[in-house]
């Protein structure tokens, strides 16, 4: 059975530039989360997809946006990257569940690096 | 909004110790707690969760926590770790809206053999 899977598992762009970062969530899971994890730091949350739209969103500007696809899927996007866009992207996807309690299983994620 | 404390950042232990990480949180309403634990190049792990019920829940390898509601914590234990406990550890909470996690800071245990 296999897990979350990201890719691609590194990248360096340039300031400036658009990034896409793809996720593929466990078999049977339809929720897809996307939180940015800083060097030293926790994860902190982006946004979060169910049923091809976002469900709910932190504290993170309008340059990132994202997608969930029909078989449940998700891309991340970054426009216009900062230096302090350079993280850790991490995928998480989980069923959703009764009273929300369910466990979210993480990918690897996607180190990126913006020079 | 919800968030996490973690009271340390780094621990260093030698191998046969016990181990306490503390781990308090703010949110007034239902939670749900959660331990993640990221071994070196390895993605994050569920370690143990607590829904409701018996609030020391106990996790896979020898790890439990207690979830003491007065005092908003969420402590993880274990009574002698290994060295292949050497790992950053998590701990995070979801409130009663979608299941979104809100992490703390993280404590980097390393474990001397």
């Known amino acids: 059975d296999a897990g979350v899977t990201q890719s691609p598992t590194h990248l360096i762009k340039t300031r400036g530039q658009q990034v896409t970062l793809r996720c593929s969530p466990k078999s049977g899971h339809d929720t897809v989360s996307w939180y940015q994890q800083a060097l030293g730091q926790g994860p902190q949350f982006i946004f979060q997809y169910y049923e091809e739209e976002e469900r709910q969103r932190g504290n993170f500007p309008d340059r990132f946006s994202g997608h969930q696809f029909p078989n449940y899927s998700s891309e991340l996007n970054v426009n216009a990257l900062l230096l302090g866009d350079s993280a850790l992207y991490l995928c998480a996807s989980s069923l959703d569940g009764f009273e929300r309690r369910t466990e979210a299983f993480f990918g690897q994620g996607t180190r990126l690096t913006v020079v | 909004a919800q968030s996490v404390s973690q009271h340390n950042h780094h621990v260093i232990l030698s191998e046969a110790a016990s181990l306490e990480l503390g781990c308090n949180y703010s949110?007034?309403?239902?939670?749900?707690l959660f331990w993640y634990v990221q071994y070196p190049g390895q993605h994050l792990q569920l370690l143990l969760k607590y829904f409701s019920g018996d609030p020391l829940v106990k996790g896979i390898k020898g790890f439990e926590a207690e979830f003491i509601k007065s005092k908003f914590s969420f402590n993880l234990r274990k009574p002698s770790v290994q060295w292949s406990d050497t790992a950053e550890y998590f701990c995070a909470v979801t409130g009663s809206g979608y299941s979104t996690l809100t992490f703390g800071k993280g404590t980097m245990l390393l474990v001397s053999p």
């Open positions: 949110y007034g309403g239902t939670v749900n």
